[in-house]
């Protein structure tokens, strides 16, 4: 007595074969279908994983805007302004007698 296993891959191609196109065909499509299912899994994940750098991205750059607003505002205070004009720039104010109002029409 042989104890010979039958080639199961072997069996399923015969058999694929010999019943007909239909079988063959249906296999290729849940193939097909099988993998497009894939593809679109991977390329969701792909947008999603660029969509969530793009966000990270848009809150640093916010942070980083608001952080210059807040600098502007302070390098902008009259205080200041009125300081660095004094001792960087030498400047002072004018006496009043030499000020000179102009009116636009």
């Given at each position: 007595?042989?104890?010979?296993?039958?080639?199961?891959?072997?069996?399923?191609?015969l058999d694929l074969l010999t019943v007909g196109r239909?079988?063959?065909v249906l296999l290729v499509l849940i193939f097909a279908s099988a993998m497009g299912?894939?593809?679109?899994?991977?390329?969701?994940?792909?947008?999603i994983t660029e969509?969530?750098?793009?966000l990270m991205e848009r809150e640093r750059l916010d942070n980083e805007w608001r952080n210059l607003?807040?600098?502007e505002t302070a390098l902008a205070e009259h205080s200041r302004v009125q300081a660095v004009a004094k001792q960087d720039?030498?400047?002072?104010?004018p006496d009043s007698d030499k000020e000179v109002i102009i009116q636009l029409p």
């Open positions: 007595m042989s104890n010979s296993r039958p080639n199961l891959a072997k069996i399923i191609a239909a079988p063959l299912v894939v593809f679109t899994t991977h390329h969701t994940r792909q947008a969509k969530d750098q793009a607003l807040l600098e720039l030498e400047m002072t104010r």
